[in-house]
């Protein structure tokens, strides 16, 4: 018989409000729009000297603290082939072929991605959610699920695993 543990983090508060827009099919980029965003998480591991896996607390102050990070955002990709971010300490400017934005750059998040899809949105949380439980307890997860919904019932989950 072998036993696996996990806790699941699915809290109402962990909701984050951004702005984004996506590419799809190659070339068509979409206007800019919001969505709810809800968070979930899943943490596996071994139980510790508590008989956790993590401490709830710990990880569900790591996720408030990143939704918070999120939450009344424009969320802008650095890494698109297409789309192109430039920040000048003031403004974010993003430009697509003929489209362009400008938005003031404290109420931006640029994130290390090729797209703001809500699976990509959903490793960035997770990445970010190894840091933080590493800082603040001194373990790592070695394997841990994020699930984002972006518009009731549109799930995008990334499992992350010896990262
Ligand atoms: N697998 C994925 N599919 C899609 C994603 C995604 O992140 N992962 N994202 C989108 C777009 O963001 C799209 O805007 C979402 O469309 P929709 O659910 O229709 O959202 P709306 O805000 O337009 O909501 P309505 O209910 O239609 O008003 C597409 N696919």
Redesign the pocket.
Same mark, same amino acid.
């Given at each position: 018989m072998t036993e696996t543990y996990w806790v699941r983090i699915a809290k109402d508060n962990l909701v984050f409000s951004a702005g $984004? !827009?996506?590419t !799809?099919a190659g070339g068509t980029c +979409?206007r800019v $729009? #919001? $969505?709810n965003y809800r968070v979930e998480a899943e943490i596996f591991g071994p139980l510790d000297e508590n008989h956790y896996v993590v401490d709830f607390i710990a990880a569900r102050d790591a996720l408030a603290q990143i939704v918070g990070e999120l939450d009344h955002r424009m969320l802008l990709p650095t890494a698109h082939p297409q789309i192109d971010v430039v920040a000048d300490g003031k403004e974010v400017t993003a430009k697509f072929e003929e489209r362009r934005w400008v938005f003031p750059q404290a109420e931006c998040v640029l994130l290390p991605v090729p797209n *703001? *899809? *809500?699976?990509l949105?959903a490793r960035y949380v997770g990445r970010r959610l190894l840091d933080l439980l590493q800082e603040r307890t001194g373990v790592r997860p070695q394997h841990l699920r994020i699930a984002i919904d +972006?518009?009731?019932g549109?799930w #995008?989950v990334c499992e992350l695993r010896g990262e």
């Amino acid at each position: 018989m072998t036993e696996t543990y996990w806790v699941r983090i699915a809290k109402d508060n962990l909701v984050f409000s951004a702005g $984004h !827009f996506i590419t !799809f099919a190659g070339g068509t980029c +979409e206007r800019v $729009h #919001g $969505h709810n965003y809800r968070v979930e998480a899943e943490i596996f591991g071994p139980l510790d000297e508590n008989h956790y896996v993590v401490d709830f607390i710990a990880a569900r102050d790591a996720l408030a603290q990143i939704v918070g990070e999120l939450d009344h955002r424009m969320l802008l990709p650095t890494a698109h082939p297409q789309i192109d971010v430039v920040a000048d300490g003031k403004e974010v400017t993003a430009k697509f072929e003929e489209r362009r934005w400008v938005f003031p750059q404290a109420e931006c998040v640029l994130l290390p991605v090729p797209n *703001t *899809t *809500t699976e990509l949105l959903a490793r960035y949380v997770g990445r970010r959610l190894l840091d933080l439980l590493q800082e603040r307890t001194g373990v790592r997860p070695q394997h841990l699920r994020i699930a984002i919904d +972006e518009n009731y019932g549109q799930w #995008g989950v990334c499992e992350l695993r010896g990262e």
